[in-house]
């Protein structure tokens, strides 16, 4: 049985993300990468199943179609990395750039009746990818549903180029 104090340690502290591959990012891109990680580091539920004492800093980066998430314990600085492949998750991450530039044009001259049906199917593909990243990391991290959701938005910014 977890503790308070157990809990307040099962979590990312730091976050950063890998930007050598980055060439530059819209105002939308870079609200959404503040805000995601503004998000998860006011309310994250982390905790490799190392069994690593936290909380955690992690930098995330995307090379040779892999994801990266480098885990150092703040508690006694020992760390490690967690590799995934980033193919299960390239039909969500195109599907939900294709949705989210829809969603970005709709706002700008579509009624509110249109956006509301964007969005939700905006959400919906946001709900998919965190869904496929808790799955992936099932044997390697626990994370709850509202951190999977901020990783995916973060994992979706590594993966713009231009």
Do not use: W
Not at 7 to 20: C, F, K, N, P
């Amino acid at each position: 049985m977890t503790t308070a104090s157990d809990d307040a340690q099962l979590r990312i502290a730091a976050i950063t993300l890998d930007e050598r591959t980055v060439l530059r990012r819209s105002a939308v891109i870079e609200h959404e990468r503040a805000t995601a990680i503004t998000d998860l580091l006011k309310d994250n539920c982390f905790a490799p199943h190392s069994g690593r004492a936290g909380p955690f800093d992690v930098h995330l980066a995307v090379a040779e179609n892999r994801l990266s998430l480098a885990i150092r314990s703040q508690a006694d600085e020992s760390s490690e990395t967690i590799v995934l492949p980033l193919a299960p998750f390239r039909r969500i991450v195109k599907d939900y750039f294709l949705v989210c530039e829809t969603y970005h044009d709709a706002i700008r001259g579509k009624s509110l009746v249109q956006v509301e049906a964007i969005d939700v199917g905006r959400r919906s593909l946001h709900d998919e990818g965190a869904a496929l990243l808790i799955e992936r990391l099932a044997d390697k991290a626990a994370i709850d549903h509202a951190t999977a959701r901020r990783l995916f938005t973060l994992i979706c910014v590594l993966h713009l180029r231009a």
